[in-house]
């Protein structure tokens, strides 16, 4: 099939070019890792010592090019990130698996929740246009989406963390007693609450803006009119109809959110000290710690090309145009 043999070499060329990027950029910056390193050692730091250390961490200048790029390559695709720098001697793979389920949680189940009642009130308010419903459906999602999120975040953090003390500020569970079990599962809802919050309301007002203006779209199109004149319920119409045509733009959008999920919410994440990816990007990017940005930039990549191969799957079964 042409479409999907057309997709499949889109994602190669895409996986490819992501990772040819993610190679050169790091390099490109300025600062020495090895001298940064042996400075948190301690003590006076000695040529050969970073020269070592420059070819333990695989960036001494001798090494020619090309094959620092095969070199990471195979260590890229076999998920061999490295040593960090800034959390030196850990693994980056063990940086990354400790916060991924975290952040995986806490923006997968926020962006789930949003769109899911983003869609439904705008198929709504679509449907009932010009209607009372309609304009207070509108003029919330316009306030909501106008709030920057990480504004959002400091506001619910000040009032319901810090003057309410209803939540707690920072953490991902509580770190004063030892919790198992449903203990420690009721702990990371307590403590996710908040951030998680923050991620749908910011969210919110795009999904129902985006519903209703597709839906509106949608109602004009002939087959609705055909649809009414063969005297269907408006019910069905609205669903099977109207609200499954107009999806499919929502559909694109939700894909691009599910790839973004393992990137994390940064500012969130920062606001809260939420140990997710965002915050794990931020303390890589602020202490230039390379080979933790490359895999948390590669893992990004790989996931929103991901998402948008399966959502092309999706869109072969909601639009039969595709399958020709």
């Given at each position: 099939?042409?479409?999907?043999?057309?997709?499949?070499?889109?994602?190669?060329?895409?996986l490819?070019?992501a990772?040819?990027i993610?190679?050169i950029?790091?390099?490109?910056?300025?600062?020495?890792?090895?001298?940064?390193?042996?400075?948190?050692?301690?003590g006076?730091i000695?040529?050969e010592?970073?020269?070592?250390?420059?070819?333990?961490?695989?960036?001494?200048?001798?090494?020619?090019?090309?094959?620092?790029?095969?070199?990471?390559?195979?260590n890229?695709?076999?998920?061999?990130?490295?040593?960090s720098?800034?959390?030196?001697?850990?693994?980056?793979?063990?940086?990354?698996?400790?916060s991924?389920p975290?952040?995986?949680?806490?923006?997968?189940?926020s962006?789930?929740i949003?769109?899911?009642?983003?869609?439904s009130?705008?198929?709504?308010?679509g449907?009932?246009?010009?209607k009372?419903?309609?304009?207070?459906?509108?003029?919330?999602?316009?306030?909501?989406?106008?709030?920057?999120?990480?504004?959002?975040a400091?506001?619910?953090?000040?009032?319901f963390?810090?003057?309410?003390?209803?939540?707690?500020?920072?953490?991902?569970?509580?770190?004063?007693?030892f919790?198992?079990?449903?203990?420690?599962?009721?702990s990371?809802?307590?403590h996710?609450?908040?951030?998680?919050?923050?991620?749908v309301?910011?969210?919110l007002?795009?999904?129902?803006?985006?519903?209703?203006?597709?839906?509106?779209?949608?109602?004009?199109?002939?087959?609705?009119?055909?649809?009414?004149?063969?005297g269907?319920?408006?019910?069905?119409?609205m669903n099977?109809?109207?609200?499954?045509?107009a999806?499919?733009?929502?559909?694109?959008?939700?894909?691009l959110s599910?790839?973004?999920i393992?990137?994390?919410?940064?500012?969130?994440?920062?606001?809260?000290?939420?140990?997710?990816?965002?915050?794990?990007m931020?303390?890589?990017v602020?202490?230039?710690?390379?080979?933790?940005?490359?895999?948390?930039?590669?893992?990004?990549?790989?996931?929103?090309?991901?998402?948008?191969?399966?959502?092309?799957?999706?869109?072969?079964f909601?639009?039969p145009?595709t399958?020709?």
């Amino acid at each position: 099939m042409k479409y999907l043999r057309d997709k499949i070499m889109f994602f190669l060329i895409a996986l490819l070019s992501a990772l040819i990027i993610n190679f050169i950029l790091p390099r490109m910056m300025p600062g020495d890792p090895a001298e940064r390193i042996l400075m948190k050692m301690g003590g006076e730091i000695q040529p050969e010592a970073v020269d070592a250390m420059k070819i333990a961490l695989g960036v001494d200048k001798e090494t020619p090019l090309l094959q620092q790029f095969f070199s990471y390559l195979k260590n890229t695709l076999t998920f061999n990130f490295g040593i960090s720098y800034s959390y030196y001697p850990v693994p980056v793979k063990d940086l990354i698996l400790n916060s991924l389920p975290w952040t995986i949680g806490l923006v997968g189940i926020s962006t789930l929740i949003s769109f899911v009642l983003g869609t439904s009130l705008g198929i709504r308010a679509g449907w009932n246009r010009n209607k009372p419903i309609d304009s207070f459906i509108t003029i919330c999602s316009l306030i909501i989406r106008g709030f920057p999120y990480f504004w959002l975040a400091l506001i619910l953090l000040y009032i319901f963390g810090f003057l309410l003390n209803l939540f707690p500020l920072s953490n991902a569970y509580s770190t004063h007693e030892f919790l198992k079990g449903w203990k420690f599962f009721g702990s990371v809802l307590y403590h996710g609450f908040l951030p998680g919050l923050t991620l749908v309301l910011a969210s919110l007002g795009t999904w129902i803006l985006t519903m209703i203006n597709n839906m509106v779209s949608t109602l004009t199109e002939d087959f609705i009119w055909v649809a009414e004149a063969k005297g269907l319920k408006d019910k069905d119409i609205m669903n099977k109809y109207a609200a499954r045509n107009a999806l499919l733009p929502s559909v694109t959008s939700f894909g691009l959110s599910l790839g973004y999920i393992v990137g994390g919410a940064l500012l969130t994440e920062i606001v809260f000290s939420y140990p997710g990816i965002g915050y794990l990007m931020y303390k890589g990017v602020t202490s230039q710690d390379y080979p933790l940005m490359q895999a948390i930039f590669f893992i990004i990549s790989l996931s929103v090309l991901i998402a948008n191969f399966m959502l092309d799957f999706v869109y072969m079964f909601l639009d039969p145009r595709t399958r020709g």
